[in-house]
């Protein structure tokens, strides 16, 4: 693929919507271990594990920081070797926020909280250092880290807008969330929630009977604070309005 910004949001895109991966991760004679995880994401974009103690993928990345995480479009239809999938190659390391990550975490996957205070879990971010992008037959593209995260200070300082911007929309603007899922990410019809904020993007899951959908949408450009965020995502769900009154 020749367009670099356009497979960069396909890749950040696939790591933000699929709920699940395979890990891979190196046993004791040097040999790759793959394995099924759940996943959620960073505030910067990495992805994010829980994993338990006893698992052998956490033994090794316990020995050995390095691993691979593919993630593969949830589409079924048609022929499963053009589903998009993205191979992030990286390290991993136990993640310093606890809390924050549990609440991205949990976000994600409610479910989750059963276990995820157990004292033999624990949160794991997965630090890519490349990737290799397969959008469909013959669309390739490797991808540096810097084409999947969030600058670090961005990030930085949206933390703490996390939590309460997630909480705001959900709680007063599901209608804009519902333009945004539906009309820009081109998702299914019903009612969504945010399960995430970034300086890149909103995530958001289709809640009610039947399976979980997710969707993505990212803003026009990044941002770093509770305002511009505020901005941003206004000007999506006018971009979104707009969009149904042309249609």
Same mark, same amino acid.
């Given at each position: ?5 356009? /497979? ?17 991760? %190196? ?21 994010? %594990? %829980?994993?338990? #103690?006893?698992?052998?993928?956490? @033994?090794?990345? @316990? ?12 589409? &079924? ?8 999938? &993205? ?28 276990? #995820?205070?157990? #004292? ?12 290799? %992008? ?15 995260? =969030?600058? =670090? ?5 949206? /933390?703490?807008?996390?939590?309460? =911007? ?14 945004? /899922?539906?009309?820009?990410?081109? #998702? ?28 993505? &949408? ?26 149904? @009154?042309?249609?």
């Amino acid at each position: 693929m020749n367009d670099l910004p356009f /497979a960069a949001r396909m890749a950040r895109n696939l790591i933000h919507v699929c709920r699940d991966g395979a890990l891979a991760t %190196l046993d004791t004679s040097g040999h790759p271990h793959a394995s099924h995880v759940a996943t959620a994401t960073m505030i910067d974009g990495a992805p994010l %594990l %829980l994993v338990s #103690a006893l698992a052998v993928h956490t @033994q090794n990345m @316990q020995r050995d920081a390095r691993a691979s995480l593919l993630f593969v479009s949830p589409d &079924v239809d048609g022929d499963t070797n053009t589903r998009a999938r &993205v191979s992030l190659v990286g390290d991993v390391a136990p993640v310093d926020d606890v809390d924050a990550a549990r609440m991205r975490f949990l976000r994600r996957h409610p479910d989750a909280a059963m276990y #995820a205070g157990f #004292a033999d879990f624990g949160f794991w971010r997965f630090t890519p250092r490349s990737a290799h %992008l397969v959008a469909g037959f013959g669309r390739i593209t490797d991808l540096a880290a810097d084409d999947l995260l =969030a600058p =670090a200070g961005m990030a930085a300082a949206l /933390a703490s807008s996390d939590e309460g =911007a997630v909480s705001h929309m959900n709680s007063d603007h599901a209608d804009a969330l519902k333009l945004m /899922a539906e009309v820009l990410a081109e #998702a299914p019809e019903g009612e969504w929630q945010s399960v995430g904020i970034d300086p890149l993007g909103i995530d958001m899951v289709r809640t009610g009977p039947g399976p979980q959908t997710s969707a993505r &949408v990212e803003y026009d450009e990044p941002v770093g604070d509770g305002m511009a965020l505020r901005k941003a995502l206004v000007a999506l769900t006018k971009r979104a309005r707009a969009s149904l @009154q042309t249609a």
